[in-house]
């Protein structure tokens, strides 16, 4: 019923930056709170940064200062600019919406979406 399509990652050396993509599809009523987790190897998946509809933000401190989080409402997208990226960056990052959807057998749903991850590889 919804999908999340994340892009942007790829390989990049230390101090460069990338900008992460994430789109929301189907048959979505609204969108609440939306986010970017990552997950390194032999490490758990961790908050990288979220924002609320109304444009409120959240981030790691390992990010503060150097990622930035935004969102286009009308286009159901989320953005993740990350400067100054650093080794320990490396991670697979996935995105994350708090969406509410119309089924037509069901009515009105709320569902905690993922992406399929898109990896991010800060090496020289």
């Known amino acids: 019923q919804v999908q999340l399509v994340e892009s942007g990652g790829g390989l990049v050396q230390p101090g460069g930056s990338l900008r992460l993509s994430c789109a929301a599809s189907g048959r979505i009523f609204s969108i609440n709170t939306m986010g970017w987790y990552r997950q390194a190897p032999g490490k758990q998946r961790e908050l990288v940064a979220g924002i609320t509809r109304s444009g409120n933000t959240n981030y790691a401190d390992s990010v503060k200062g150097r990622f930035t989080i935004s969102r286009d409402n009308a286009k159901n997208t989320v953005y993740l600019q990350m400067n100054s990226l650093k080794p320990e960056d490396t991670a697979v990052y996935y995105c994350?919406?708090?969406?509410?959807?119309?089924?037509?057998?069901?009515?009105?749903?709320?569902?905690?979406?993922w992406g399929q991850g898109t990896l991010v590889t800060v090496s020289s």
């Open positions: 994350n919406a708090d969406v509410t959807y119309y089924s037509a057998g069901a009515g009105f749903n709320a569902l905690d979406a």
